[in-house]
């Protein structure tokens, strides 16, 4: 049986095939029946030709895609590979600019440092802070009024501890009198 009559579909060859028989009848001449041979061959070998360049042009095609898949992955990873070297040095020059910044940080903060003491060493500007003075007696005071004063009691009473509190008060004003004084003579400021 002819391949035109299967249920697949024929190639144009296997078409050409099978007209043949039907174009070259027993009332051609055998002239006649060459040039029909001749020109079914050609058509033919055309149909053939075409089929033939339908497949390159296909397979092309395809090795085309799967050429343009394959470089596409191969610049994708050397992306990729670029994208980590650039951040890996990235973050190396960060960490060493950071570093540099700490080094020159501790060093102008040791420089500061050795200028404050060196100020400090030639002039008296840091100062203790003053010690508190007749604390007992101001204490003692005002522990006293509060007790009059919650009693209804009479606050002369507390005069003996206002006495001390004020004996102790003109004590420390001496005291910063003659300190002033000393510190005119020797140029300076400090205070007791």
Known sequence: SCCCRRAES???ADRLRCRRPEKMGGSQSSGEAVDETI???RGLADALAMERE???AAQKAEMTTECD???TAEVEKQVTAVKA????ERREVFEE???DFRALETALLDDVQVQVDELEAAYDFVRPPPVPRCVDQEAAV???????LDNKGDVLRCAALVDAYSDCARQVAKDLAV???NNKKKGTTTTP
């Open 10 to 12: 024929p190639s144009v």
């Open 39 to 41: 020109r079914v061959e």
């Open 54 to 56: 339908a497949r390159l």
């Open 69 to 71: 898949v394959r470089v």
């Open 85 to 88: 070297s650039w951040e890996a």
């Open 97 to 99: 600019r950071e570093r």
């Open 142 to 148: 005002l522990a006293c009024y509060r007790a009059e």
């Open 179 to 181: 300190a002033i004084e």
